[in-house]
């Protein structure tokens, strides 16, 4: 299995909502990612876990708050966004770090 | 930080044309992917190639560490090669950065 899984695919939720994002990878790896891609721009690294510890915080407000409960699986879950907040969220999986990434399909967020 | 250049930005062929795509970055890296983000917004890998040449059917990719440059060779390009193409580098663990994309569109 060389996939990454991302739940929902889309998702509009208003400011005042608290919703989360999934993501799922079953190829033993031990890194997983965060990024966030706004329209014709590339992705920009939010968060790393590597060996379910957080490792890196590129200085992402808190109303974003990332979870990794085990090797598999990362959450996102989100509170008070803005609507400066909509994009695509994606989701990435690697051996180790540094090492090839694999990314999810994505979820398209927009928040009114 | 380190810093990632493309080019072209655009690039617009006709189906069957070859064309190169080149990524510059400013510093040592230890890892460099190509990826092909589709227009759903997949990002599927082309290359892991830190240094070296290697080849995937029509594509293939050379990488020069110590020049600090990566091409990406498309042969007989087709239709469903439209999208943009991004290089992405590792700067020994503390990030990994994008460089802002060739959009390329293959006219049939």
């Known amino acids: 299995d060389t996939e990454v899984t991302q739940t929902p695919k889309h998702l509009v939720m208003g400011m005042t909502n608290k919703k989360s994002l999934k993501c799922e990878q079953h190829m033993g790896h031990r890194a997983m990612y965060w990024y966030k891609q706004k329209a014709k721009k590339p992705p920009e690294l939010m968060f790393v876990?590597?060996?379910?510890?957080?490792?890196i915080n590129e200085s992402v407000p808190s109303r974003f708050s990332p979870e990794c409960p085990n090797s598999s699986l990362l959450n996102l879950h989100l509170h008070a966004l803005q609507p400066e907040d909509s994009a695509l969220y994606l989701c990435?999986?690697?051996?180790?770090?540094?090492?090839?990434?694999?990314f999810g399909p994505g979820t398209r967020l927009t928040v009114l | 930080g380190i810093q990632v250049e493309q080019s072209p930005p655009d690039l617009i062929l006709q189906e069957g044309a070859n064309s190169t795509l080149r990524c510059n970055f400013s510093d040592s890296v230890n890892n460099l992917q190509w990826f092909h983000q589709n227009p759903w917004g997949q990002l599927i890998n082309l290359f892991y190639i830190p240094s070296g040449t290697k080849q995937n059917g029509r594509l293939s990719a050379t990488t020069v560490a110590t020049e600090r440059y990566s091409l990406l060779y498309i042969s007989s390009s087709q239709t469903t090669d439209s999208g943009v193409y991004f290089c992405a580098v590792d700067n020994y663990g503390q990030n990994f950065v994008f460089g802002p994309g060739t959009r390329l569109s293959v006219l049939p």
């Open positions: 990435a999986s690697s051996r180790s770090r540094p090492n090839e990434q694999f």
């Open positions: 876990y590597s060996y379910e510890k957080l490792s």
